[in-house]
């Protein structure tokens, strides 16, 4: 057993856990954040896609003790309070979910994408970047409709941001 | 159409959970006292089980308890069973095999359930699972159905003799006979519809508590049909009566038919429960999904279909091989017949049709219906069948089928189904239109300029949903009825409650089911609550598949509130001092028409409920129930149109465009249904592009993860080019066909129609991967 210690969607936690524990456990078992999700046990759904220290990595691919100091952003601390992110505003907006299952690494991944990406998205870059990611529901249509329109509301509202400032 | 009625697009009420991550699947769900399940399973594709040596396992760190099949037998658990009756041509009934949940003499697939582990941790069940010493006879296995008749082949049930579970047909064998002699032309093709894992991106789970103080069992399992699931553990598993079982499906990640089966788990997880005092979780991982989840498809046939001098079908013969896999699941029987063979008429008029369906036992994992359900398979066969006969005969494939179209409803086929509504050149005018088919040759050149090849491949598919009429289905063999519920409770501040038996498990029921009430009463979408998947709540359902929540589910919603509104009028009419006649809702209010009496809706409902002023006689309260039963099925149909570049070098297939053009009757929630529309072209595409499960001769799966078995990626697609032009179901109230297969049902063809039109080669099998592709291009130069 090692001690983990966490800062989670802004909020310090610790526990401990076996040093066999990946990040999706913990999160999930420990911490009862069950918003992310495990659909495979080859790190190639996407599912569990959670932001390590800024950056989208798919919790099944790394232990939690090696997280360990790290700050981790999960879907359950993306909102701002009641406000959803443009992210998850968009994915309700173009009918980007069905059973919701993939949804929550769908965002996180979406979400850090338009992030790395503040020139602007095509489809064609939506598509390749969202490999890791598989939704069985969708078809991807309305997934990549979404992260496109997201993409152009965030812009706008830095482009607003700095016309204000 | 109000703003949140029937026919507008509005967002989903779901969303809100799932995109917070506030959704609550079967793994999220955590009982006081849980613990967590391990299952012991064959590595054997077929074996005897000589010895099952549980004592180390038992010693292993956190271990609560450690199971064997022969203690479930011991207990009087029943063996799982195929729940629809074919008869072989012969009179003689299916041969079903034992199926126990936990097998105790032999296995007969890698993945069959053996033993259960019960342990503190998810982690320690594992790794007692893999101290459990079992020792096995290795027997032959057999898993191409082709072959597992011929003489030698292992027999794997001691019910089915040369592993033939039945030998079935349907329609007319004469008079195709006569049809094919006076034929002027007879094409020919043998067509293999390859074998799919569904993947649901949530693996199946289950949470079996039993509580000793109430002699009672709760079930949370993925579950696309909670009611039927507890009405078959109880009646033929006897784990309880069904009053002292409750089953749960809650949020349901995905289910496209995979979730409709009573798998062995559940079972084993209640079962295990009671003998170890504790409550009992199991979650798949990925490569259980892969062997034990029902597989999809898997059909060898050899088709022939008769035309006149002027292309007019004569007649179609159909001989088809279906591999039901290890054990008989349980709607295994009818996907191959009356939910496939009675499609092969297609969108035609045929005269004379005969199908002949063996089903057929292999030591693979079980086949059932998947996404379409034997309807892709027909539509498979018909679609290759007329494209390929356009192209022998040198004639347009549009204008083929336009030839042969049924163009008068009703229309009676040789194989039972009734056509009720269609227009099927109306579909087929949009979708060439929508595709720019005229334009196809300029593109074709402007592509063999940079090197590629360019093809274009239709599909006009039919489909039979709304599943069914019960006495209907219940004379073809089916051992359930299959209507639906409703409940319509409406409480006394005039909010509402809608209890459904179907089950939602991304088709968004909380939503359409709500836009339904809101379009009748005009009660406000967040004033209306559908609540589904609880045996507990929800009296009795049928459940979702066979795209019947509409059709069916919708149509109980309807009947109930009918009796809702009549007794509302009823109530309004008496507070207004006016004739009931007179009464209509709108806008919140019933009102005398005409005038400007009216009573709010929710003081009605308040009314109601205090039951100080009702009408003499009237008793309190506000509460409808209604089951529904159709009148037929519900036939929704459409065309789709692929356009394909391929690359010679390499065997590349892109899709450049893919236009669908669907009959869906009438539609309460258009982005709804073009979403469902997205999603079974994907799952058709990688039918025909990417997907396929492969067993080595041994029996080992060879695809069983996401590094293996080819999954379609946003890359691998698209975007979509989605219209409806639609004509009234008019076998039911809303007019409503279905939606929810049809993209999985009409693109294969057209993908395969498409490739083959742009290599030349009309011989390629699905899934047509690059190095398929590649061969099939090579072997056209020799």
Same mark, same amino acid.
């Given at each position: ?165 | ?63 609560? /308890? ?170 033929? !598993? ?14 349901? $990640? $995905? ?114 219906? !998947? ?216 806008? /919140? ?194």
């Amino acid at each position: 057993m090692s001690d983990v210690s966490l800062m989670v969607n802004g909020k310090r936690v610790s526990g401990a856990a076996e040093d066999r524990t990946l990040l999706v456990h913990f999160l999930r078992e420990n911490l009862g954040l069950t918003g992310t999700h495990v659909g495979c046990d080859t790190s190639q759904c996407g599912a569990c896609v959670v932001h390590v220290d800024g950056k989208a990595v798919k919790s099944c691919t790394m232990l939690a003790v090696q997280a360990s100091g790290s700050t981790v952003l999960t879907i359950e601390g993306l909102a701002n309070g009641a406000d959803l992110h443009p992210v998850q505003a968009a994915f309700k907006e173009h009918h980007g979910l069905q059973c919701g299952f993939c949804t929550p690494g769908m965002i996180m991944t979406a979400t850090d994408m338009i992030s790395r990406h503040p020139e602007g998205l095509d489809e064609a870059t939506v598509r390749a970047e969202l490999d890791g990611n598989i939704c069985r529901c969708t078809g991807y249509h309305n997934i990549v409709k979404a992260i496109l329109a997201a993409s152009m509301t965030m812009k706008g509202s830095k482009g607003k941001a700095k016309q204000a400032a | 159409m109000g703003i949140e009625g029937v026919g507008a697009r509005v967002a989903r009420k779901e969303d809100k959970r799932f995109i917070t991550g506030a959704g609550r699947y079967v793994d999220d769900m955590v009982v006081p006292g849980m613990k967590h399940a391990a299952f012991v399973r064959s590595p054997h594709a077929h074996a005897q089980i000589k010895k099952i040596d549980v004592k180390k396992a038992q010693g292993m760190p956190g271990v609560i /308890g450690v199971l064997t099949g022969k203690e479930l037998k011991a207990d009087g658990i029943g063996n799982l069973i195929c729940g629809w009756m074919i008869h072989s041509k012969d009179g003689s009934p299916m041969k079903m095999g034992a199926w126990s949940p936990l097998a105790f003499d032999r296995v007969r697939y890698v993945g069959d359930a053996v033993v259960i582990v019960v342990a503190e941790t998810k982690g320690q069940a594992r790794d007692a699972a893999e101290a459990v010493e079992i020792t096995y006879k290795e027997l032959k296995a057999v898993v191409d159905a082709s072959k597992a008749m011929d003489k030698g082949a292992p027999q794997i049930h001691p019910e089915a003799d040369n592993n033939l579970i039945f030998d079935w047909d349907i329609g007319n064998a004469d008079d195709t006979a006569a049809a094919f002699g006076k034929a002027a032309h007879v094409v020919k093709m043998d067509i293999i519809n390859n074998r799919l894992v569904p993947n649901a991106m949530e693996p199946r789970a289950a949470l079996g508590h039993y509580d000793k103080a109430e002699d009672h069992y709760t079930c949370w399992t993925t579950s696309q049909n909670p009611h039927v699931a507890r009405l078959v553990m109880s009646a033929f !598993y006897n784990v309880a009566p069904e009053n002292k079982l409750r089953v749960i499906a809650p949020d349901v $990640g $995905g289910g496209f038919g995979s979730k409709i089966y009573i798998y062995p788990e559940e079972i084993v997880c209640l079962w295990a429960s009671k003998k170890t005092g504790v409550p009992v979780k199991w979650v798949a991982d990925r490569t259980e999904s892969f062997l034990t989840d029902a597989h999809g498809r898997d059909h060898h046939t050899h088709a022939e279909m008769a035309f006149d001098k002027d292309h007019r079908i004569l007649g179609l013969k159909v001989e088809t091989q279906a591999n039901l896999g290890a054990y008989m699941s349980l709607f295994s029987s009818a996907t191959p017949t009356y939910l496939y063979a009675t499609l092969l008429s297609g969108q035609y008029n045929i005269p004379a049709i005969h199908a002949n369906v063996k089903a057929i036992y292999t030591n693979t994992a079980p086949v059932d219906a !998947y996404r379409g359900a034997g309807r892709p398979e027909a539509t498979f066969v018909m679609e290759r069948m007329m494209e390929t006969a356009a192209r022998q005969f040198g004639v347009s494939p549009a204008e083929l089928r336009r030839k042969n179209f049924v163009t008068s409803f009703p229309h009676q086929t040789p194989v039972i189904m009734c056509y009720d509504a269609g227009d099927y050149a109306a579909s087929l005018d949009a979708a060439m239109q929508a595709s720019d088919y005229a334009g196809f040759a300029k593109r074709k050149a402007a592509a063999a300029n940079k090197g590629l090849l360019r093809g274009i491949g239709m599909s006009c598919y039919i489909e039979a949903c709304g599943i069914a009429p019960s006495a209907a289905v219940g004379s073809l063999g089916a051992g359930v009825g299959l209507w639906e519920s409703a409940e319509v409770r409406v409480n006394a501040v005039g909010t509402i409650e809608v209890l459904t038996g179907s089950h939602s498990h991304g088709q968004g029921h909380e939503t359409t089911f709500a836009q339904l009430v809101n379009e009748r009463f005009g009660v406000p979408l967040d004033s209306v609550s559908i609540v589904h998947g609880d045996t507990d709540k929800v009296q009795m359902g049928m459940g979702t598949y066979g795209s019947r929540s509409g059709a069916v589910g919708m149509s109980a919603i309807v009947k109930a509130l009918d009796k809702v509104e009549a007794k509302a009028k009823k109530i309004a009419a008496h507070l207004l001092e006016a004739d009931e006649g007179d009464i209509i809702i709108e806008n /919140g209010a019933l009102k005398v028409a005409g005038t400007d009496k009216n009573v709010p809706w929710f003081q009605m409902a308040l009314a109601a409920y205090t039951a100080h002023n009702l009408p003499g006689g009237m008793e309190p309260g506000l509460k409808e129930t209604a089951f529904y039963d159709p009148s037929n099925f519900t036939f929704p149909a459409g065309c789709y149109i692929c356009e394909v570049e391929v690359d010679p070098e390499t065997g590349v297939t892109e899709i450049v465009q893919f236009v669908a053009a669907d009959d869906f009757g009438n539609i309460i929630n258009p982005m709804i249904v073009e979403g469902q529309v997205h999603g079974g072209l994907a799952q058709g595409i990688g039918q025909a592009l990417l997907e396929g499960a492969h067993y080595d001769n041994s029996g080992q799966l060879l695809t069983a993860s996401y590094m293996d078995y080819t999954m379609p990626r946003a890359g691998d697609l698209p975007s979509f080019k989605v219209s409806t032009s639609n004509t009234p179901c008019p076998g039911n109230p809303l007019g409503i066909k279905g939606c929810g297969e049809a993209g999985a049902i009409g693109s294969p063809p057209a993908v395969i129609n498409a490739i083959t039109d742009a290599i030349g080669s009309n011989d390629l099998a699905m899934p047509a991967s690059p190095s398929t592709v590649w061969a099939a291009i090579r072997a056209t130069k020799h």
